[in-house]
């Protein structure tokens, strides 16, 4: 007899058995997303299933079952995407079984079938095999083959001409980002934002994100469930048999949680009948006892006992349905616990044991539950070698495999890997792709600094996916890529807003109101009102608090630092640094806040030179030069202007040491970031120690080797050196006013950009050009230029300008005075607002007694009178002036007299 024959033997036996308990209704269909389920509710042996080729056939010969079977088929609405028709045969029976023909639809179509014991009911999976099926319907198909590169022949042709490529800008859509008009103008212009500092100037710190792993879904909730809640403790059946009786009042005992009687009760049964079939039930009963008193005040040390006692249930029970419930609640516990290698143990045990049970819902839950753990544990050969089992990869969902990887590739580090794998098969992914695929992808991007194809991945994914908790993470990193990128502020400005508004965490919250804080305030060059009053966004919230990471507290300490120097207060940005713990950084962290510092020093630095406090500036260099100047490139102006303040303090011995280490900074790179201060000049460092050599001499007042140095220079260090101004200088100290003038009015005409004059340089030439002027007599052009000058000076903020400014318009009013026909009320104008503006001037005394005989002269006598009598009896008057008063208050009342 044949292995068939015995079969069919084996059947017929069977089915005399079988037939009174067959039910009415023996199939129910299932459609699911992914696949298609039948379900016959039928004992295992009354059928025989299998698949040859394209056709499902179902077998049996208990005819009953075979017309139910067929009836209920026949009422079913079958699906065209799996099926391609149905015939129903008992040709031949009994020697042939009754027959269920079922033609798949084409090859793709696949079968997955196995018998649940615990239902008595066969389960017959409908599958489409994703690497068979035709391009139109595919899901995932098979990568695409890299083509090979050739080397195409060089041809030498003409270079065509191209149309210059659109501005994105106006063009451009999407789901996600904030649409701003952008005008014809502003895309003209070279620069696109040049109100504002570079993206180095703002929020400067970043760091990657996390990787995204495919949610897995919690199993059961162990804060409230027990291994009761999945393989529960059911009542005994047989009380009439004393073991029976005596676990169902052990049941009844569990049930009422009187724990102590229930223990007492197992205790009993050991002793009166050993440790026979019922111990591991026993046990289980123990397990779940001890759970359920710990639920309401959970204690670490119960918790894990019964762990270890559910853990020796689980190898001593031969019952599948409770093996795999306590392996069920194991693996959701080491889940919970992070412990990844007990968690990809136990769910390997748990596919195994579901396998071998076909039971497909636990495989599919195991499979993925493995794949979790084998990312976190960033065993990407390990996934791999999980996935090749094609049917395994045929029941998960589509595009799990590539998301599992995805997290553990960028878990290790491995950017440019996911970008190459997606490349290969992009074209065949069905959207919408999945979430942990997209976004793994868009921060791969980000760290490589192909910020475009990052920002587009994000677009994709936020438009798909923004209820995910990963999205708040997208849109700042979408806001944080437009600024390295330089897009236009207005539109950054929205995305950063777009990420404090609608962040759901905390930390990436305030992580965007920094960044956000930075762009308005340390960024823009000239902060509005509106601008200021976000600086408010540096406050923290309670749950931003909590939420504040060691990388937000470096965030945070660089942009108040950065803030302060924007707002030029070095003082109070000195302060602040000095608080920054700088050595618990890593170096390139430090470098930046050390390179802030040089910076703010150079502030100081250059307000106390502005102020001519030359020992102040001396004194900030000595102090700090090594605590943050030394530490990054140099500033060579900076050098410049501490040998400028020695020269002028006259410590010529501590200006040759200061001047032999600015030599030895020629062979070192100069500094070109930070640069939160202008500097007035730029030119290179030897030209830099020229001009200091000159600006020596000229403080010995040693003109005549000042003028051979300077007619030693070639024409090309004359224009970088400013050798007008230097020349100038030497004509006026040798009273060859003329070529004073002339000097002097090249610089004033027209100054190197590269080499401007300090402040007390150009207060230098400003006196020179003046007292030249006023020495070669021509009142008109005297009067002309300096009341131009004197109203130009008058606008500076500058302190060594100012201090000119007091001899420019004496000077001035004795130029009017001096003229045969004075303008007497511009002489009462001018003389009048000189004594209100220079109070304690030493010029007050003759700028009194001309405002009084401007007032004398111009009708107001009384006034007049009243001045110069003041000036007569003030014992600080010289007395050449009072006797020049006495003189015009005689000559007035002789005049009173004759009248």
């Known amino acids: 007899m044949n292995k068939f024959s015995a079969r069919l033997t084996t059947l017929f036996v069977a089915s005399a058995l079988a037939a009174s308990s067959v039910l009415a209704d023996v199939i129910d269909q299932e459609t699911f997303k992914t696949h298609l389920r039948w379900n016959l509710m039928v004992p295992r042996d009354q059928f025989y299933i299998v698949k040859r080729d394209q056709t499902l056939y179902i077998e049996t010969v208990n005819l009953q079952m075979f017309e139910t079977l067929a009836g209920d088929i026949a009422k079913l609405k079958t699906n065209g995407q799996y099926i391609e028709s149905i015939n129903y045969s008992k040709d031949n029976f009994p020697a042939k079984p009754a027959t269920v023909a079922i033609k798949l639809k084409d090859p793709s179509v696949e079968l997955f079938s196995f018998y649940r014991d615990a239902d008595k009911k066969y389960i017959l999976d409908f599958w489409i095999n994703a690497d068979l099926v035709s391009e139109k319907n595919a899901g995932f198909k098979k990568p695409l083959p890299v083509p090979v590169e050739e080397k195409a022949p060089v041809v030498v042709a003409k270079k065509a001409v191209t149309a210059p490529p659109k501005n994105a800008l106006l063009n451009r859509k999407s789901p996600i980002l904030p649409v701003v008009e952008v005008t014809k103008a502003a895309v003209a212009e070279k620069t696109i934002n040049p109100e504002y500092r570079d993206f180095r100037y703002g929020a400067s710190f970043i760091w990657d994100y996390n990787p995204m792993i495919p949610q897995l879904e919690k199993d059961i909730n162990l804060a409230s469930k027990i291994p009761d809640a999945l393989f529960p403790i059911q009542d005994r059946s047989n009380l009439d048999d004393a073991k029976e009786a005596h676990l169902q009042l052990t049941i009844n005992f569990y049930r009422e949680e009187k724990w102590g009687l229930m223990n007492k009760s197992i205790t009993l049964y050991e002793k009166k009948y050993g440790r026979d079939s019922n111990h591991v039930f026993n046990e289980y009963l123990k397990a779940n006892a001890l759970l359920r008193g710990n639920l309401a005040k959970p204690n670490r040390g119960i918790t894990q006992s019964a762990m270890v006692l559910l853990t020796n249930i689980k190898d001593l029970t031969d019952n599948y349905e409770m093996k795999s419930a306590i392996l069920r609640y194991l693996i959701q516990y080491n889940v919970d616990q992070k412990d990844h290698v007990k968690t990809l143990e136990l769910a390997k045990q748990l596919f195994v044991e579901a396998r071998g049970e076909f039971d497909q819902t636990m495989v599919i839950q195991s499979a993925l539950t493995i794949l979790h753990a084998l990312s976190e544990l960033k065993q990407v050969d390990k996934i791999e070698e999980f996935l090749s089992d094609k049917k395994l990869a045929s029941i998960l969902p589509p595009q799990m495999g590539m998301a599992y990887t995805s997290f553990a590739l960028l878990s290790k580090g491995e950017t440019k890997e996911i970008i190459k794998r997606y490349k290969t098969v992009e074209k065949s992914l069905v959207k919408p792709v999945h979430p942990a695929i997209l976004y793994n992808l868009a921060e791969s991007y980000y760290r490589e600094a192909q910020y475009e194809s990052s920002i587009k991945a994000y677009d994709e994914f936020l438009a798909t996916y923004s209820y995910l908790l990963q999205s708040p993470y997208a849109r700042l990193r979408l806001a944080l890529e437009y600024e390295l990128l330089d897009r236009p502020a207005a539109e950054n400005l929205v995305l950063y807003k777009n990420a404090i508004d609608r962040s759901t965490s905390a930390e990436i919250r305030y992580e965007a109101k920094l960044r956000y804080v930075a762009f308005r305030l340390a960024r823009k060059l000239k902060p509005t009102e509106s601008d200021k009053e976000t600086e408010v966004f540096l406050e923290q919230s309670p749950d931003e608090s909590k939420a504040l990471n060691p990388n937000l507290k470096k965030l945070l300490w660089l942009v108040r630092l950065r803030l302060f120097i924007a707002n030029k207060e070095y003082d109070k940005a000195l302060s602040y ?29 250059q307000e106390a030179y502005l102020k001519e406090d030359y020992s102040k500036v001396v004194k900030i260099w000595e102090v700090y ?84 140095k300077l007619t030693s220079y070639p024409v090309s260090l004359r224009d970088s050196l400013n050798y007008p101004f230097y020349q100038g200088m030497i004509h006026f100290n040798q009273k060859n006013y003329s070529e004073a003038v002339v000097e002097f009015e090249k610089v004033l005409v027209k100054q190197n950009p590269q080499n401007q004059l300090t402040p007390r340089q150009t207060a230098d030439l400003l006196m020179g050009y003046v007292e030249s002027l006023y020495q070669l007599r021509d009142q008109d052009r005297f009067k002309t230029v300096v009341k131009a000058l004197s109203d130009d000076i008058g606008r500076s903020k500058s302190a060594p300008i100012l201090n000119i400014s007091e001899r420019i318009n004496y000077l001035l009013i004795e130029s009017y005075a001096g003229e045969s026909n004075p303008e007497w009320k511009e002489l009462e104008t001018m003389t009048k607002t000189f004594r209100e503006k220079f109070v304690k001037s030493p010029y007050n005394s003759r700028v009194g007694y001309l ?17 110069l009598s003041l000036l007569t009896n003030d014992k600080n008057v010289p007395s050449h002036i009072k006797e020049m008063c006495r003189s015009e208050l005689a000559t007035l009342e002789l005049t009173e007299k004759k009248l």
């Open 577 to 605: 640094l000095t608080s920054v713990p700088l050595d618990a950084l890593k170096p390139a962290e430090r470098r930046v806040f050390e390179g802030d510092g040089a910076e703010i020093v150079y502030g100081l630095i």
């Open 625 to 708: 030069k090594d605590k943050y100047e030394t530490k990054v490139a140099k500033n060579l102006y900076m050098n410049f202007v501490v040998c400028d303040a020695f020269i002028k303090l006259g410590l010529y011995k501590s200006y040759d040491r200061a001047l032999a280490s600015f030599k030895n900074v020629l062979s070192e790179e100069a500094r070109t970031f930070p640069i939160w201060i202008d500097r007035t000049k730029s030119i290179n460092l030897s030209q830099m120690i020229e001009e200091l050599n000159l600006i020596r001499l000229v403080a010995d007042a040693n003109w005549t080797e000042a003028g051979a």
């Open 851 to 867: 405002y009084g005989l401007s007032l004398i002269k111009n009708a107001k006598v009384p006034e007049g009178r009243e001045v």
